[in-house]
């Protein structure tokens, strides 16, 4: 500091004397004012306008009628092209699409013209996309279309835009091999645009039944059960949690992955009481593991790297079982009798000794049968907060 102020002593040119404190600013240099740096909110808006910028796009007027293929490769052309079947009438929209009859392959593998096609699907009628079903569907290409980069966007448009019916033969050629295109990095938004989009959804469930192990060995797969346990229609949801209930590593396979866990908190919501009970034990018995699975990831907060659905999902369930007691036990004894209650899974190590033995006999009182579930209860809710504790206490490994 004592260097600085006497080369400013000495006139030494210093253009930043002007922001110095008035006790330490020279005499004639005029104070300045400092600016701070723009707040993250202002930089955040200055950057969403600059994206409005340049998603705003001024045409530049040229004519697109007979060379649209041409105009359709370029980056620059395929805006003008998009622009005029926007603003094009019905004869000139039918133009601009006939002049793209003998490229469509070549359009739907393209980074510029997909676009266009896309933009032509749109727009067109659903009897005038005839052109671009034929070519995926007769050439045998839907897979291959499903699985592109670019092509999977063309697929999607055409299950929004077309009739069922039209589509029915690429529909099937995809549901032919449900895991080629579900294990994708690309096919898999495909099949969960026919799941979400298609009648066709229950004989997907269908095929997701047939290949579960593949599926959910895959975080692709696994995010495409997923979708299924939460778009499809109840009857097939709870034919496909029947089915994972079926085969317990598959279930504890999607609980423990980032796209699958979705459809493992499904299948405890959908089942009823009997199989959501045969479900929670399957989840208790591998507790473990399930805390351990990183499912969530907050990199703001290292403390959620926690199994969030078993502690809020599975615990909630554990509720619901409590409250529908009243429900599915009056008239249903016989399917109590000289059943099994095994609390060791729930309660573990760290549940009360009465939870650990397993309970025999006739329940023949309905005050005893909701006493017991509420044991239950007891019990998961002893297992969620210790399984925090440890999650809290030290890092996952």
């Known amino acids: 500091m004592k260097v600085l102020l006497g080369r400013l002593e000495q006139g030494a040119a210093a253009p930043w004397s002007s922001f110095l404190p008035d006790h330490l600013r020279p005499k004639g240099v005029t104070a300045k004012v400092f600016e701070q740096t723009a707040s993250k909110d202002v930089r955040a808006k200055s950057s969403q306008e600059s994206k409005a910028q340049k998603s705003e796009y001024a045409p530049l007027g040229i004519q697109v009628i007979g060379k649209v293929w041409e105009y359709s490769q370029d980056p620059i052309g395929c805006r003008e092209v998009q622009h005029a079947i926007e603003t094009a009438d019905a004869n000139t929209l039918a133009g601009i699409a006939a002049e793209l009859h003998d490229h469509v392959w070549d359009a739907t593998c393209c980074p510029h013209a997909n676009h266009v096609l896309q933009r032509c699907i749109a727009a067109l009628f659903p009897e005038d996309l005839q052109f671009i079903v034929d070519v995926l569907t007769k050439e045998r290409l839907a897979v291959q279309a499903a699985r592109h980069k670019y092509g999977c966007r063309i697929v999607q448009r055409l299950i929004e835009h077309c009739s069922s019916v039209q ?4 529909l099937r050629s995809l549901l032919a091999e449900v895991p080629l295109v579900s294990c994708h990095a690309y096919g898999n938004y495909v099949m969960q645009h026919i799941l979400q989009h298609s009648p066709l959804q229950s004989e997907v469930c269908q095929a997701l039944e047939e290949h579960l192990n593949a599926l959910s060995s895959d975080q692709y797969g696994a995010a495409v059960v997923s979708c299924a346990m939460t778009s499809a229609s109840r009857p097939s949801r709870l034919s496909l949690a029947r089915a994972i209930l079926k085969e317990p590593s598959v279930l504890i396979r999607l609980a423990c992955s980032r796209h699958g866990h979705p459809a493992a908190r499904e299948v405890v919501e959908v089942l009823d009481s009997p199989d959501r009970m045969e479900a929670l034990r399957i989840l208790g018995t591998n507790q473990t593991r399930l805390l351990r699975s990183r499912v969530s990831t907050d990199p703001d907060n290292p403390t959620e790297l926690t199994y969030r659905w078993w502690l809020g999902g599975v615990v909630g ?10 429900q599915w036990a009056a008239g249903k004894e016989d399917q109590f009798k000289n059943r099994e209650f095994d609390c060791k899974s729930f309660g573990n190590a760290v549940a009360p000794d009465d939870l650990k033995t397993s309970y025999h006999g006739q329940y023949t009182s309905r005050q005893r049968r909701k006493s017991r579930m509420a044991q239950y209860s007891a019990g998961a809710w002893v297992v969620a907060v ?10 996952l490994d």
């Not at 589509?167 to 690429?170: A, D, T």
């Open 167 to 170: 589509i029915e033969g690429l």
């Open 317 to 326: 369930s554990f509720k619901r079982i409590e409250e529908d007691v009243d």
């Open 386 to 395: 210790s399984a925090l504790v440890t999650v809290l206490a030290g890092p």
